[in-house]
């Protein structure tokens, strides 16, 4: 099966996709971090 990317539809709009990147951005300067199963897990939902 081929991946479809990229996706034909996102299940965010283009301002809610920036408004998490500042989140993100604001969480690392924070020092908030979490480990890499926790993101694999959350990239999966996304999916």
Known sequence: MEP???PDEV???EADFFAMVE???AQARR???IE???MDALFEKLL
Do not use: C, K, V, Y
């Open 31 to 33: 020092g908030e971090f």
């Open 11 to 13: 299940p965010f709009s």
């Open 36 to 38: 890499e199963e926790e």
């Open 4 to 6: 479809n990317w990229p």
């Open 23 to 25: 989140e993100g951005i």
